[in-house]
């Protein structure tokens, strides 16, 4: 009996010490499917055998459990308020992935009292044992709230699309991110796309001026064409790769999914992500 209970101590440790890599998704204005990016690339990774948990980190307007199609009894809000434990609210879905829903109209996470940050930030971290990878879909904007969150991350995946507009928007999320002498690894994502040259345009448009003016690398994470059966899926309330797996959407995003897989962006990091997210409040 106690070379069990030893055996089970030590598993415990093993996955108490486990350190889930993270992705941040940003971007600079709303409107170009970061949370549809979030949703659908958790799903992809998830299928790959991966443990995820997707958070939705818009304190303000979340939405993933809208484009999930799931109903939400208790959210973020009430971990914060301690009526809830992070496992009450976790809805487990379908796909595999475990979804950590956002809380509509919260107060930001800098507004908060340090003992309500501290509960929050405290209980997320639980899902780095459980988990291999945690994606974290931020509010849109440069927000403190965004800006922590996406600066605790491995690696930040900035979504825009080849509207003029978001590409500007896009360039002061990079801009912000640099000022914050964040470490990890940054990349682009185009979204809604005409075609490969035009993505391929889009981020050369925005990666020479990062490196021009800020010294910041920014990686290509591809692009997602412009598709009809993305908004479909939207309205059905079901995310893409699972309504339309073969669809040119869907196949841009797996490609992704791929990359991400098998490369040096999903190393985590030593200090949990929470953790880090909550030096930035020290």
Not at 96 to 120: C, N
Not at 152 to 173: K, R, S
Request: proline residues 3%; positive net charge; hydrophobic residues 45%.
């Amino acid at each position: 009996m106690a070379a069990e209970d030893q055996a089970s101590k030590l598993r415990e440790l093993m996955r108490s010490s486990r350190t889930a890599r993270t992705i941040a998704v940003a971007s600079g204005k709303g409107g170009v499917g970061k949370s549809n990016v979030a949703m659908n690339l958790s799903i992809l990774l998830s299928a790959a055998g991966n443990r995820v948990a997707l958070v939705d980190a818009d304190l303000g307007l979340a939405n993933l459990d809208v484009l999930a199609n799931v109903a939400v009894r208790a959210n973020l809000s009430h971990v914060i308020a301690g009526s809830h434990t992070l496992e009450q609210i976790i809805i487990d879905l379908p796909s595999g992935v475990q979804l950590i829903p956002g809380a509509s109209g919260l107060a930001k996470l800098a507004d908060l009292s340090e003992f309500q940050r501290a509960q929050l930030l405290r209980s997320l971290g639980h899902l780095e044992a459980d988990n291999d990878v945690i994606v974290v879909d931020c509010s849109a904007g440069l927000g403190p709230d965004v800006m922590s969150f996406a600066c605790g991350a491995d690696h930040i995946m900035v979504v825009t699309t080849p509207e003029p507009t978001a590409v500007t928007d896009g360039y002061a999320v990079v801009k912000a991110i640099t000022q914050r002498r964040y470490g990890g690894h940054v990349s682009l994502l185009v979204n809604m796309a005409t075609n490969r040259h035009e993505a391929r345009l889009t981020h050369q448009r925005i990666a020479t001026v990062a490196r021009q003016f800020l010294g910041q690398r920014i990686f290509d994470a591809g692009y997602i064409l412009a598709d009809p059966k993305v908004p479909e899926a939207v309205r059905k309330r079901e995310p893409f790769v699972l309504a339309y797996p073969r669809c040119s959407a869907s196949r841009c995003l797996a490609a992704l999914a791929a990359r991400l897989r098998s490369g040096e962006s999903l190393v985590g990091q030593q200090q949990g992500f929470f953790r880090r997210v909550a030096n930035w409040f020290a």
